[in-house]
């Protein structure tokens, strides 16, 4: 149904065009998806990508997605071995900063390592499917935890796939001070074995974590 108005696609295709071609990114993509799923325009993966691109240019982490996603499955580009790699590895990094930010639900699509820790403030939610994918962290960035949870988050992991403190590296896999629900996973930490301290999950003040399943 529209909001306030009949619901016309076509009409929401030229509004949104308007305001994309004077620059606003969040309409550039939305005129991306009219064009990836032909609501209100012709059907057209390559300007659907054109969008995207136009909008994920300006910084619009849901542009960046979808523009990695029509590389990921070569939909109105060329699916090209490195400009895919690079630009999905970005994409999919930028997601998951985002969406732990702001809390939610997120799929992995692709196997990704962070450059810093991925932090859920206090007062978030998120539920990560780990969807047979990884995420690892960079071996040079010592002490970098891969996932931080701040007191008065929630996080819950679900699903096949494995979060990965490189060897070497002196973070956590998962450190919380919030609440970490765990359904499923592999865990590995590169803290040395013989370190007291070792730990896949390490909870700290008033963090709790319930494990259901998986892998440490």
Same mark, same amino acid.
């Given at each position: 149904?529209?909001? #306030?108005?009949? &619901?016309?696609?076509?009409?929401?295709? =030229?509004?949104?065009?308007?305001?994309?071609?004077q620059g606003n990114s969040y309409a550039q993509d %939305?005129?991306?998806?009219c064009y990836y799923s032909g609501k209100g325009v012709? &059907?057209?993966?390559?300007?659907?990508?054109?969008?995207?691109?136009?909008?994920?240019? &300006?910084?619009?982490? /849901?542009?960046?997605?979808?523009?990695?996603?029509?590389?990921? @499955?070569?939909? #109105?580009?060329? &699916?090209? #071995?490195?400009?895919?790699?690079? *630009?999905?590895?970005? *994409? !999919?990094?930028?997601?998951? =900063?985002?969406?732990?930010?702001?809390?939610?639900?997120y799929t992995l699509i692709s196997d990704v390592v962070?450059?810093?820790?991925?932090?859920?403030?206090?007062? =978030?939610?998120?539920?990560? %499917?780990?969807?047979?994918?990884? !995420?690892?962290?960079?071996? /040079?960035?010592?002490?970098?935890?891969?996932?931080?949870?701040?007191?008065? $988050?929630?996080?819950? !992991?679900?699903? /096949?796939? %494995?979060?990965?403190?490189?060897?070497? @590296? /002196?973070?956590?896999?998962?450190?919380?001070?919030?609440? *970490?629900? !765990?359904?499923?996973?592999?865990?590995?930490?590169?803290?040395?074995? @013989?370190?007291?301290?070792? $730990?896949?999950?390490?909870?700290?003040? @008033?963090?709790?974590?319930?494990? %259901?399943?998986?892998?440490?």
């Amino acid at each position: 149904e529209g909001l #306030g108005v009949t &619901q016309d696609y076509t009409e929401a295709a =030229k509004w949104y065009r308007k305001a994309a071609e004077q620059g606003n990114s969040y309409a550039q993509d %939305n005129l991306g998806y009219c064009y990836y799923s032909g609501k209100g325009v012709a &059907q057209d993966n390559y300007e659907a990508a054109k969008w995207y691109r136009k909008a994920a240019e &300006q910084g619009n982490v /849901d542009a960046q997605w979808n523009l990695g996603y029509c590389y990921r @499955n070569g939909y #109105g580009v060329t &699916q090209e #071995g490195d400009v895919f790699t690079v *630009v999905e590895a970005s *994409v !999919i990094e930028n997601a998951l =900063k985002s969406v732990f930010a702001n809390g939610g639900e997120y799929t992995l699509i692709s196997d990704v390592v962070i450059d810093e820790s991925l932090v859920l403030p206090a007062g =978030k939610e998120l539920v990560l %499917n780990l969807n047979g994918k990884t !995420i690892t962290n960079k071996v /040079d960035n010592k002490s970098t935890d891969v996932i931080f949870v701040e007191e008065g $988050a929630k996080l819950t !992991i679900n699903g /096949d796939g %494995n979060i990965t403190a490189v060897s070497g @590296n /002196d973070g956590y896999v998962v450190y919380s001070r919030g609440e *970490v629900v !765990i359904n499923g996973g592999t865990f590995t930490s590169g803290l040395d074995s @013989n370190n007291e301290e070792n $730990a896949n999950i390490y909870v700290r003040g @008033n963090g709790k974590a319930y494990i %259901n399943g998986g892998t440490f």
